[in-house]
């Protein structure tokens, strides 16, 4: 069984850029959360997307946005990069098919973007 | 709004001591409860959780923890820790309505060897 993946790793982006994530789900999940973890801090909900419609979403602005595929893969794309956007980007999966009501989320080695 | 409150920061402890860390949270519904582990160098892994029935749960790693509902807690214990537990833990809830993951700020925890 594949686990979450995530890439790239690490990302340097000027303030004002563009800049797109991925995420591959564990296999069998159709649902792919993400969050955002600044340094020394717990991770925040960014939004989640269940079968390609996004599903939730916490308090981020609208240029954080995201996709998700057939395939249940999926993207976070952030524009107009501001310096506290500066974090480690999380993606998250989960099944609603599980016994436990899909509540349980397995996340991926996260993305570190440092913005200039 | 919900929340997550993780009363420690920083904890120290020697190999063999006990440990417990505090987590509250902050929903009047029914709510899945979450221990999450991070290793250094490493990504998030679930180390425990509960959904229903018996309020002590039992982890990976000889982790337990209790949920305690009239207390709103849900306080992560070991017995005796390693210099391998050496991590930061996360507490975390969601409502069984809304899958959105509510974090705790984390607990870096050292254990001396």
């Known amino acids: 069984e594949t686990g979450v993946t995530q890439s790239p790793t690490h990302l340097i982006k000027t303030r004002g850029q563009q800049v797109t994530l991925r995420c591959s789900s564990q296999?069998?999940?159709?649902?792919v959360s993400w969050y955002q973890q600044a340094l020394g801090q717990g991770p925040q909900f960014i939004f989640q997307?269940?079968?390609?419609?996004?599903?939730g979403r916490g308090n981020f602005p609208p240029r954080f946005s995201g996709l998700q595929f057939p395939n249940y893969s999926s993207e976070l794309n952030v524009n107009a990069l501001e310096l506290d956007d500066s974090a480690l980007y999380l993606c998250?999966?989960?099944?609603?098919?599980?016994?436990?009501?899909?509540?349980?989320?397995?996340f991926g080695p996260g993305t570190r973007l440092l913005v200039l | 709004a919900q929340s997550v409150s993780q009363h420690n920061h920083h904890v120290i402890l020697s190999e063999a001591a006990s440990l417990e860390l505090g987590c509250n949270y902050s929903?009047?519904?029914?709510?899945?409860l979450f221990w999450y582990v991070q290793y250094p160098g490493q990504h998030l892994q679930l180390l425990l959780k509960?959904?229903?029935?018996d309020p002590l749960v039992k982890g990976i790693k000889g982790f337990e923890a209790e949920f305690i509902k009239s207390k709103f807690s849900f306080n992560l214990r070991k017995p005796s820790v390693q210099w391998s537990d050496t991590a930061e833990y996360f507490c975390?809830?969601?409502?069984?309505?809304?899958?959105?993951?509510?974090w705790g700020a984390g607990t870096k925890l050292i254990i001396k060897p």
């Open positions: 998250a999966s989960s099944s609603p098919l599980a016994g436990d009501g899909g509540g349980t989320q397995y």
């Open positions: 296999s069998g999940h159709n649902t």
């Open positions: 997307y269940y079968r390609e419609e996004e599903n």
């Open positions: 929903y009047g519904g029914t709510v899945n």
């Open positions: 509960y959904f229903s029935g």
């Open positions: 975390a809830v969601n409502a069984r309505s809304n899958y959105q993951l509510i």
